[in-house]
């Protein structure tokens, strides 16, 4: 039951527009503050935390939908 978790994580994961999907993977996988965030994908320290929040609502969103 895990591993279907797992790959429904990674499924939704790659419905994600890459800037969204990135940001994710380096705050939540790789520890990254979001002044590294923004560094990385050459935005604002604001403008990470945007798509952080856009990122994890949709992820919810795809999980949700995939779930019932």
């Not at 797992?6 to 499924?11: A, D, E, F, P």
């Not at 890459?18 to 560094?39: F, H, K, P, T």
Request: hydrophobic share 35%; glycine share 4%; with cysteine.
């Amino acid at each position: 039951h895990h591993n279907e978790q797992v790959l429904h994580l990674c499924s939704a994961m790659e419905q994600l527009p890459d800037a969204q999907r990135e940001a994710i993977q380096l705050y939540y996988w790789q520890d990254c503050s979001l002044n590294q965030i923004a560094e990385r994908l050459e935005r604002t320290p604001a403008a990470a935390a945007g798509l952080l929040k856009r990122g994890m609502r949709k992820l919810r969103e795809i999980m949700n939908d995939g779930s019932r």
